[in-house]
Structures are given as C-alpha cells and as structure tokens.
C-alpha cells in the first residue's frame, strides 16, 4: 500500500472521462500505441482508478465484469519517472477489491510478472502480438462448405454466443458494444454462424480481434476476408501462441514483435473444446 515516507501527497481515486488526455498521455510515455478514443472505449465498458499527485494523473489501473464470475484487467501504467514506488502494486489492490472473488484473466509483461505471481496470478502460457502491412493473402477455403460473409444484424446473438463458448465467459455487453464501432464478419455454415471476427481502428492503425473459430483453417479464412479491403494497410492481431497460427500470420505480413504472458487468478474460464478464440480483442479485454 502506499505510505507517507515515499509516496507523500500521492492519492487514489476512481477514472473518469476527464482524466481521458491524462492517461493518453500516460500510455505515449511508456511507448503504448492506444489513441484517446481507445481510452474512451476501454473505461466506456469498463471501470478504474488514477494514481494523482499534485494534481497530475500518475498511474492508472483498469478492470472489465465479464459475467458475475469472471474479469479481465488492465491498462496498469505508472509514470516512468515513478516506478518502484508501490504505485503500480496499490493500483492493482483496488482494482482487485473491485472484482472480488472472480476469476480474473491479464496479459503480463515480462517485468509486471513477478507482481502479479505475488498477487496470486499463475501464468497459462504465451500471447503473441503480430502487426505489419497486412498482404493480400489469397482466398482460404475451409472445410464442409463454410463461407466467410460480411455479418447482419440477425447474426448477433449468435455471434455472442460463440464469444461465451470460445472464452467461458458472459462477454454478452462487451461484444454488443465492440459490434457497434467495427466491422464484423462470419464464418457461415449450413446457414448459421459458426465463427466470426471483428475489425476495428485501434492504435496505429486497425487491430483484428477476437477472433474465433472451430479450426485453424477457418481462422485463416476470416482474416484472409479482411485483406480484400485492407491489403497494405497496418493491422494488428494478438493470438495465443498454441494456437499454432503465427507463422501463417508472418506469411501475411504481419511479424510477430512482442510476446506478452497469459496469467489467471482464482482458477480458469472453462472454454468449450469445440470452438476457439484465436485472437483476443487486446491484451486489456483479452
């Protein structure tokens, strides 16, 4: 927690839309790619908390219910000039308070991972971040007649329910609201959706994400779709390295540049074995 021999004058409070500029900036010190309205987007759905001294944002942290039993969170950044502090560590405190007893998934840097062990947080395995100038990657074909199509309206629940079954979580309002400022697409067969993947700016240009299907080959058909309309253009698409879809990816045009660690606290979602989520939304939302 934080004390009064190091940390005079450094308060704790909950984020709001006018601490928005505060923490892009925040997140353009320490070298992360997200604009303000990506900022929007995460506290939109979601909740946190600042670090402030005098004055001045310091630190954020933030989480997102994904369902009464499960959480994901994120965006714990501390200024530079003050790490080593606590901050960080007293962040993290309140926003667990906030979760409770849930199992709360995050996506670690190497150096934020020996904190997290400490708070209880086991690490699952490895994600993969790949970005480029995505290709123009030739049509995938996959398997029993499957097709991918530009999504409908209609096709929303369905495409919540995949989401739930990928994950093991109740992701029902975050990928209504993710729906409302992307594009999405399916993967159609027999008439019905049976996978999908979303589309949207983000960063430094537009991220893929989450991604989910019932093979590699149908995964590979849903991005292959993206790059009819945005071959050259700058894409992001973070996976879980056991999915096996990296060096397709690499093939596309987008390298694989950093790795980040998958952890769980208080156990783990229970994933449907027949559907996966090859890429997550980002590594705050996972």
Not at 30 to 47: I, K, M, N, T, Y
Not at 117 to 128: D, S
Not at 236 to 264: F, N
Request: glycine fraction near 10%.
């Amino acid at each position: 927690m934080l004390t009064e021999t190091n940390l005079a004058a450094i308060t704790c409070r909950r984020m709001d839309d006018g601490d928005i500029a505060a923490a892009h900036a925040l997140s353009q010190a320490v070298r992360w790619p997200h604009r303000a309205e990506d900022w929007q987007f995460v506290l939109r759905v979601g909740s946190g908390w600042v670090a402030e001294q005098d004055g001045a944002v310091i630190g954020t942290g933030l989480s997102w219910k994904q369902g009464d039993h499960h959480a994901s969170l994120g965006m714990i950044i501390v200024s530079p000039e003050r790490h080593g502090k606590g901050i960080g560590r007293e962040l993290m405190r309140r926003v667990l308070e906030d979760l409770g007893d849930r199992c709360i998934l995050l996506n670690a840097t190497a150096a934020g991972q020996p904190l997290y062990e400490r708070m209880g947080f086991v690490p699952l395995g490895t994600l993969c971040q790949h970005q480029g100038s995505m290709a123009a990657i030739p049509a995938v074909v996959p398997a029993g007649g499957a097709r991918v199509r530009p999504a409908a309206p209609q096709d929303l629940p369905a495409i919540v329910a995949l989401a739930n079954r990928a994950t093991g979580m109740a992701r029902d309002a975050l990928v209504r609201e993710l729906a409302g400022i992307a594009e999405v697409s399916v993967l159609e067969r027999d008439g019905a959706p049976v996978g999908f993947s979303i589309m949207r700016q983000f960063g430094r240009g537009r991220v893929i994400g989450p991604l989910v299907a019932p093979d590699a080959e149908g995964a590979k058909a849903l991005v292959a779709h993206w790059s009819d309309a945005y071959a050259g253009t700058f894409v992001r698409i973070d996976i879980d390295d056991a999915t096996g879809l990296g060096p397709w990816l690499e093939q596309a045009g987008l390298a694989r540049v950093d790795t980040a660690v998958i952890m769980a606290r208080n156990g783990e979602p229970r994933r449907d074995a027949d559907i996966t989520q090859f890429a997550i939304i980002n590594q705050a939302l996972c």
